[in-house]
């Protein structure tokens, strides 16, 4: 666990939020089967471990990066990525419906199951919120710098509106297949960087009108944003706007290339357009073949220790 068990109340805490996670029922969200408690030599409290479904296709940010180098010899249309994103709105109205904070969404954080249906994951990092909207961070942590909201950054508060940040950054992960937010920037710049007003620029080949929604997440004043009830409807009216495809066709063509992935390098060589004997559909293009790009900026995970107020401290690549 990320947020760590510092003595007997942190585990009874977990437990508690564990049982009510243990009954989320909710197709964008990865289900709770159980908690298992591990006895470690060097401490006197068990280390809570959960038991999740298996997810064939595993998280959706190492999926988008496959995609974009051509290990998946593939290339999702931006139709697939919107339905990503409406999957993904879809299972965190869920959750804040219920009072729960993620505090760590970010694709890395969602899982792509077979049916290619994606579901909010990894509730390390999650708070239910009992009497009040919000939850104060009192112990250091490590903390996912880029994913976080100014107020979250500056005072340790969390709301569902900053979800709805992490959100914003989270369609900028997918609509730039996996990419780092923040290129270039340390994570100890951040905070001034977005009280002056910066803000991640758009990826390439990014519409207009889902980048206004991506600017709409990242408000300064957290009640300025959109709920995640909003931001689903106007991402399905943006999907409506764009000609539509066969979801047969295209879970088919997904599964298709994640099968000639997974048969190893060999597969990754073959010409899609021949090898599958014509099944693969014209709406996709193949995936850019001899990406020589740097795979450093995808190793960084952008998290970092955070020490509880405005002032935190680490390697930035920790």
């Not at 805490?13 to 298992?36: P, S």
């Not at 992960?173 to 991640?200: C, Q």
């Not at 066969?246 to 997904?254: F, G, L, M, T, V």
């Not at 850019?288 to 020490?307: N, S």
């Amino acid at each position: 666990m990320r947020v760590g068990i510092h003595s007997q109340e942190d585990l009874h805490e977990f437990l508690r939020e564990a049982e009510i996670m243990k009954n989320f029922d909710h197709e964008n969200v990865v289900k709770l089967l159980g908690v298992t408690l591990q006895r470690e030599q060097d401490s006197s409290l068990p280390v809570p471990l959960v038991i999740l479904p298996y997810m064939k296709h595993g998280d959706l940010r190492r999926f988008l990066i496959a995609t974009r180098y051509g290990d998946i010899p593939m290339f999702v249309p931006y139709q697939s990525l919107l339905r990503f994103i409406i999957d993904i709105a879809a299972g965190m109205d869920y959750l804040s419906s219920r009072g729960f904070l993620h505090r760590d969404l970010a694709a890395r954080n969602c899982m792509l199951g077979d049916d290619l249906r994606v579901c909010v994951a990894d509730f390390g990092m999650s708070k239910k919120i009992y009497s009040s909207n919000y939850y104060r961070q009192k112990v250091a942590i490590r903390v996912p710098i880029k994913w976080m909201a100014i107020e979250s950054l500056s005072e340790s508060v969390y709301t569902t509106k900053s979800d709805v940040w992490s959100f914003g950054v989270t369609i900028w992960e997918i609509v730039s297949r996996g990419r780092t937010p923040y290129p270039g920037v340390h994570n100890y710049e951040l905070l001034d960087l977005l009280l002056s007003g910066h803000r991640l620029k758009p990826p390439e080949d990014c519409d207009q009108k889902l980048y206004e929604v991506m600017r709409s997440c990242w408000d300064s004043e957290p009640t300025r944003r959109p709920d995640f009830r909003e931001l689903g409807d106007t991402l399905k009216g943006l999907l409506s706007e764009l000609p539509e495809l066969e979801a047969s066709q295209e879970a088919s063509y997904i599964n298709q290339g994640l099968e000639l992935a997974a048969a190893g390098a060999a597969a990754a060589s073959r010409d899609p357009q021949t090898d599958s004997g014509g099944r693969w559909e014209n709406e996709y293009l193949p995936s850019p073949v001899g990406a020589t790009a740097a795979r450093d900026e995808e190793i960084e995970d952008g998290y970092l220790k955070f020490i509880t107020g405005s002032a935190f401290k680490g390697d930035d690549n920790a």
